[in-house]
C-alpha cells in the first residue's frame, strides 16, 4: 500500500534533549512538509523540501531542524532550542512543483509530550 | 498574504440533520480549496477539493461544498449527518503556483443521537 508512516506514534522528551520524528512516504512525491498542530491553532507549517537535498523554513522553525537526504524520507528534529514542544506533529507529502494538482496527503501523526 | 477563517470552532447537530460548516479566505490571486477531516488522534484525510471548473464540489462521505468567488468563501456542507462525521475539520487554501497550504484553525463537528 502506497501512503506516508510517521513514528513513533507517542514520544517523550526530557529537558534540554533533542528527539527526532521519522517520516517515510513511498508514493514517490518531491515534495514534503513538516506541521505542528496545537489545540484550537488550526496546523502551522515548520519546514518543507520540494526536492531531495534542499529545504526552506516554513512559519515556525526555530527550534527545529531538518534534512532530506533521501527522496522518500523528511526527519524532523525537535531541538532543545525549542521551549514548548508538546504538541501533535504531522508529515504531510505533494506531488511536487510544477504540478498543477498540489493536494497534501498526511501522515498518522506523532504526539511529542514533554517530561 | 493568504489566509483563512473558519467562523464557527464547534458546530453540534443532532444526527440525520443537515450542516454546514463555514470557510472564508482571503487571497490576491487565484486560489485551490480544501476540506480535510480529522478523526481523534489521528492524520488528515481529504474530504475533497476545487481546483478549477464547476463550483459545486463532491467528495467523500456524502459532503459536498461550494466555491463562491465573490463572497470569497468555500461553505462544506452535508444533507444529513451521522454519528461517524463526529470529527474536526479543517479548510485549507493554497495559491496557484505556491507550494504551501495555509489552514484554518478547525471546526469541531458533534453529532448527537
Known amino acids: 500500500d502506497g501512503g506516508i508512516t510517521q513514528s513513533p506514534k507517542y514520544l517523550f522528551r526530557k529537558e534540554g534533549q533533542n528527539v527526532t520524528l521519522s517520516c517515510e512516504q513511498n508514493?514517490?512525491?518531491?515534495?514534503m512538509y513538516w506541521y505542528r498542530q496545537d489545540p484550537g491553532q488550526g496546523l502551522r507549517l515548520i519546514y518543507y523540501?520540494?526536492?531531495?537535498?534542499?529545504?526552506q523554513k516554513g512559519d515556525i522553525a526555530e527550534g527545529y531542524s531538518v534534512s532530506r537526504e533521501k527522496k522518500e524520507s523528511f526527519p524532523l528534529t525537535v531541538t532543545s532550542a525549542q521551549k514548548n514542544p508538546t504538541a501533535f506533529y504531522l508529515c504531510?507529502?505533494?506531488?511536487?512543483?510544477?504540478?498543477?494538482?498540489?493536494?497534501?496527503?498526511f501522515g498518522p501523526g506523532t504526539r511529542l509530550l514533554v517530561l | 498574504a493568504q489566509s483563512v477563517t473558519q467562523l464557527d470552532s464547534q458546530v453540534p447537530v443532532f444526527e440525520e440533520a443537515p450542516v454546514e460548516l463555514r470557510c472564508n479566505y482571503s487571497?490576491?490571486?487565484?486560489?485551490?480549496l480544501f476540506w480535510y477531516v480529522q478523526y481523534p488522534n489521528q492524520g488528515l484525510q481529504l474530504l475533497l477539493k476545487?481546483?478549477?471548473?464547476?463550483?459545486l464540489v463532491k467528495g467523500i462521505n456524502g459532503f459536498e461544498a461550494e466555491f463562491n468567488k465573490s463572497q470569497t468563501s468555500f461553505h462544506l456542507r452535508k444533507p444529513s449527518v451521522h454519528i461517524s462525521d463526529t470529527a474536526e475539520y479543517f479548510c485549507?487554501?493554497?495559491?496557484?503556483?505556491?507550494?504551501?497550504?495555509?489552514f484554518g484553525k478547525g471546526t469541531k463537528l458533534t453529532v448527537n443521537p
Open positions: 504531510a507529502s505533494s506531488i511536487g512543483l510544477a504540478r498543477e494538482q498540489e493536494t497534501q496527503y
Open positions: 508514493l514517490n512525491h518531491d515534495a
Open positions: 523540501s520540494q526536492i531531495v537535498n534542499d529545504f
Open positions: 487571497s490576491s490571486v487565484s486560489v485551490y
Open positions: 476545487y481546483l478549477s471548473g464547476s463550483t
Open positions: 485549507a487554501v493554497s495559491e496557484r503556483g505556491s507550494e504551501k497550504l495555509v
